[in-house]
């Protein structure tokens, strides 16, 4: 079994690992030099760290990571609304927390592991621009073919090359969704955010009826992340960026920015995630907003649900088993992108743009009351975390890693 895997993200080197170690062969294309160092995913919820624990990475993540056992919702004028403790999901999980580390350092920790692996290949300044498969799938693989007509040959693709994807593009699948009328602009700062504001959770959802925002620690920075207008020159926005985090808190200085970049957010996910021998994954097969960290958590997700059932095929009795079990998992997780990746971020949005003063009301005390109920706050939580969308009997205890 040779797998094709299109992007060096997390997503796709998630895949290359988990499938080199059942023994596959896999050659990974990366259209650029390097790995990004771009990180806009931050959060690593309990399922993903029990994935990536399973593939031998786990321990190096957490070695670069912050532990968050709680996350906090808190009100931009009341301050702390909330604090939920990840701590009630012990018997769910042996991760009952999530863990703060930018995406770009996971990548690194991947392909470091990835190399100890002779089957498998990552070749970087290879943009997968199409891709060529016989028109019946048990007839053959797929070949992906590059932007100056070189071509590699495999029994699978799976496309991880993010949400401009060539290859869904290739294949011309739909990218059926919406885009949010606000940019999200995202800075990075070395300031003591506790000392300015008080306590602070390593995750804080703020919310206000003028001006929401996120705070978000990571190893090396606090991130915050605002809302902006759809139609303001970037330059405009950029250069208010310290008037607006001044709002949140003053220094009585401009605030240290590392970095800020602004960008839009969309909520799509592609007609199908399998066509023929090719495998759609992460944000090639369904992006969303970054509120609650679902997008590139459930990347991985598809990753190693892919990984699994293909490395199956080592001892399938017949192809056409391989190829109903590829169709059934394909199926499945564009079923949870739709009705748990999609909706739950989409939620989280609404939420926390209301502007109605009853219904703030209403939620902000829903919230209080939930962190007050252990059960609640379980349940809330087994859904938060996504265990929920992966076990349809959350609630059972897992084996303990």
């Known amino acids: 079994m040779h797998v094709l895997i299109a992007g060096a993200g997390p997503v796709g080197l998630t895949a290359a690992l988990a499938l080199a170690r059942q023994g596959c062969e896999v050659t990974v294309l990366e259209a650029g030099d390097d790995l990004a160092a771009e990180s806009r995913a931050s959060t690593f919820h309990p399922p993903t760290l029990e994935m990536l624990d399973a593939l031998g990475v786990g321990a190096d993540l957490l070695a670069r990571g912050l532990v968050a056992p709680t996350f906090a919702y808190r009100d931009r004028r009341d301050g702390l609304i909330a604090e939920l403790d990840l701590s009630v999901l012990a018997a769910d999980t042996p991760y009952p927390y999530r863990v703060q580390c930018e995406q770009s350092k996971l990548t690194q920790i991947l392909l470091t592991h990835l190399a100890r692996h002779p089957a498998a290949r990552v070749h970087f300044g290879w943009p997968v621009d199409s891709v060529r498969q016989a028109a019946d799938p048990a007839e053959g693989g797929v070949v992906a073919v590059a932007e100056d007509g070189r071509e590699v040959a495999g029994d699978w693709l799976i496309a991880a090359d993010g949400a401009s994807s060539a290859v869904r593009r290739a294949l011309e699948l739909p990218f059926d969704g919406i885009t949010y009328p606000e940019r999200f602009l995202v800075a990075s700062t070395d300031e003591d955010l506790p000392a300015l504001l008080g306590p ?115 001892t399938a009795p017949d192809d056409g088993e391989l190829d109903r079990a590829v169709t059934t998992v394909a199926d499945e997780r564009r079923r949870i992108a739709l009705t748990y990746v999609q909706e739950v971020s989409d939620q989280n949005y609404r939420r926390m743009r209301v502007t109605d003063p009853q219904l703030r009301s209403a939620h902000l005390a829903g919230l209080r009351a939930l962190a007050e109920d252990p059960a609640a706050a379980r349940a809330y939580l087994l859904r938060s975390s996504m265990i929920a969308s992966l076990r349809p009997d959350a609630g059972q205890p897992v084996a303990r890693a």
Request: aromatic share 8%; proline share 7%.
């Open 200 to 314: 602070l959770a390593y995750v804080n959802y703020v919310f206000d009826p003028v001006e929401w925002s996120v705070l978000l620690r990571t190893p090396e920075h606090w991130r915050v992340l605002l809302p902006t207008p759809e139609d303001t020159p970037d330059a405009h926005e950029l250069g208010r960026l310290d008037e607006r985090l001044r709002a949140i808190a003053d220094p009585g200085r401009p605030w240290r920015v590392a970095h800020a970049s602004l960008y839009r957010v969309h909520q799509r996910v592609a007609t199908a995630f399998r066509q023929g021998r090719v495998l759609l994954a992460g944000d090639a097969a369904h992006v969303n907003n970054p509120l609650g960290g679902l997008g590139m958590n459930s990347g991985i997700h598809d990753a190693v649900a892919y990984a699994q059932v293909l490395a199956s095929s080592r």
